[in-house]
């Protein structure tokens, strides 16, 4: 239902691509949000859900998490076009967001979002974000269209 929502408030939105994990649920809701359109789907394994146990090992996994989030920025903002969707999972879109706004891994709880939360950043030419709206929802509890 949530991605059905997703798919009805972006309609009036154009896509240049569409880049999506490739684990179930985030895939499907890609699938759902972009049944009917043109651009091909893209999934990216880097933007696979991440597995944040308690320290194993001596690995700190956030500090993982954020430089796959680096690397993944780096391959969207490499990609041919200026509209991007991206269809992902709260852990790495925890990541993806504080690494655009320039925030480390301490910050890791700061920023919260629910699920078929809309996020629109805006990039410089040089890459640097500029973070429009974080965790829009009205499109899942009504019949909001979104208009960018």
């Not at 933007?47 to 996994?61: I, N, Q, R, S, T």
């Not at 919260?112 to 973070?131: Q, R, S, T």
């Not at 509890?141 to 960018?148: F, G, M, P, S």
Request: charged letters at 25%; hydrophobic letters at 40%; a negative charge.
């Amino acid at each position: 239902m949530q991605a059905e929502r997703c798919k009805m408030a972006f309609a009036d939105m154009h896509f240049d691509q569409c880049f999506a994990s490739p684990i179930s649920r985030a895939k499907m809701t890609a699938e759902i949000i972009r049944q009917g359109k043109e651009e091909p789907l893209i999934f990216l394994d880097s933007l696979k859900d991440a597995h944040l146990y308690f320290l194993e090992d001596g690995v700190y996994p956030l500090e993982k998490l954020w430089g796959r989030a680096h690397e993944v920025w780096k391959e969207i903002l490499l990609t041919p076009g200026e509209h991007f969707l991206v269809v992902t999972h709260k852990s790495i879109l925890r990541a993806l967001i504080c690494t655009a706004l320039g925030l480390g891994p301490e910050r890791f709880r700061s920023v919260d979002i629910n699920n078929g939360g809309l996020c629109v950043f805006k990039f410089n030419k040089e890459g640097e974000a500029m973070l429009h709206s974080l965790n829009m929802t009205a499109h899942i509890y009504t019949d909001h269209i979104y208009h960018y």
